[in-house]
């Protein structure tokens, strides 16, 4: 039975890194940003939601810390964007607030950042071919 949940929560995991992927793509062209890859953070981490290093992988937490249920798809974009805004900003200085805000309001008006509203569950996400733009080759 456990290890039936742990397929499960890899599958959900998988499909939400697929998401993010496609969604990382859209605003990181829009934007002439690169990044390396999106990744999920480890289980352990619990004291940040994502992270961007300087090689540009983003790593992001996909659950919550107490529950383990997958996050709001909505927090895992605003986390998506606080990340990319670092590829162009490593600190969090007023233009980095400012170019977060333009990501942010880019990603709403595409329809991939929707807080406050009933997101799909994790398994209902589409998992589509992942395409190259905004990643480094």
Not at 20 to 42: C, K
Not at 50 to 73: A, S
Not at 88 to 116: C, D, K, S, T, W
Request: positive net charge; contains cysteine.
């Amino acid at each position: 039975m456990k290890s039936r949940k742990n397929q499960k929560d890899r599958e959900i995991s998988r499909s939400l890194i697929a998401r993010l992927n496609r969604d990382a793509e859209q605003v990181a062209w829009r934007f002439g940003l690169n990044y390396r890859s999106i990744e999920p953070e480890r289980a352990n981490v619990k004291t940040r939601y994502g992270i961007c290093y300087e090689d540009g992988v983003i790593k992001i937490r996909l659950r919550h810390v107490v529950t383990g249920r997958p996050l709001r798809y909505s927090s895992l974009v605003s986390t998506l964007c606080h990340e990319l805004a670092h590829l162009r900003h490593f600190n969090h200085g007023v233009r980095f607030r400012v170019f977060n805000m333009e990501l942010l309001e880019f990603a709403r008006a595409q329809g991939i950042y929707r807080p406050g509203r009933r997101e799909p569950k994790p398994e209902e996400a589409q998992v589509g071919e992942q395409r190259g733009p905004g990643r480094l080759r």
